[in-house]
């Protein structure tokens, strides 16, 4: 149980276009849903939380223009990288939180997204 | 603040070596803390955790001891196996709610056969 999967696995896109990420709980109810960002032999940093409705808590240091993130049902919240830059290239994960387990999280397998 | 330093990689050990990948936190208050285990192509899944001192976690033959007095979480495993190659993460949470996690940069560990 407590399986997070997310789609696309990867994604090229060209600069200036948008693209979305979507991340799924299949098995549970997710009442929360966080974004990280993982670079290259690097820790994964959040970039923001996002509960069932609301609208999402974005770390500082974040745009929240840039990277939208919508959580509008219990099983699915989207992140999406807006008007893309090579910066912003990178290994983007979720993790959610619900169910049986409330305070546990589980991971998505991540998204490799690469601007050219 | 809340930090995890986590000793670097790449690890490269021969079969049914001994592991150690040090672990050590900077917090707030009593955090729980977690090791975390990536495989290649997957998502982090949780390896063990422990939330107050002197716990130790254990799964899969791994093991690591909260100790406040060091601030350290060390991850060990006795007798590693082709299979643990992964990236491993160390992380803490502040207390044992939902909260967010402040992860170490993660330590490579490729074993041999």
């Known amino acids: 149980g407590a399986v997070v999967s997310q789609h696309p696995s990867w994604v090229i896109c060209k600069s200036g276009t948008s693209v979305k990420i979507e991340c799924r709980s299949l098995d549970f109810q997710a009442t929360t849903m966080f974004w990280y960002r993982q670079f290259p032999k690097q820790s994964l940093m959040l970039m923001a939380t996002s509960n069932e409705g609301s609208k999402a808590t974005y770390e500082q240091g974040v745009e929240k223009d840039k990277f939208l993130i919508n959580h509008a049902s219990l099983t699915l919240s989207t992140l999406t990288v807006t008007s893309a830059h090579p910066e912003d290239s990178s290994f983007y994960i979720c993790?959610?939180?619900?169910?049986?387990?409330?305070?546990?999280?589980?991971f998505g397998p991540g998204t490799r997204l690469t601007v050219t | 603040g809340n930090s995890v330093t986590q000793m670097e990689g790449p690890v490269t050990l021969s079969e049914e070596a001994f592991l150690t990948i040090n672990c050590t936190y900077t917090?707030?208050?009593?955090?729980?803390l977690f090791w975390y285990v990536q495989y290649p192509g997957e998502g982090l899944q949780l390896l063990l955790k422990?939330?107050?001192?002197?716990d130790k976690g254990s799964n899969k033959g791994f093991e690591a001891t909260y100790r406040k007095e060091t601030t350290s979480f060390h991850l060990e495993k006795g007798s590693v196996q082709v299979s643990d190659s992964a990236v491993y993460f160390c992380?803490?949470?502040?207390?044992?709610?939902?909260?967010?996690?402040?992860f170490g940069r993660g330590t490579q560990l490729t074993v041999w056969p």
């Open positions: 917090a707030t208050g009593y955090p729980s």
């Open positions: 993790s959610a939180s619900g169910g049986m387990n409330t305070y546990e999280q589980y």
């Open positions: 422990a939330t107050k001192a002197d």
């Open positions: 992380a803490l949470k502040r207390g044992s709610t939902l909260g967010r996690l402040y």
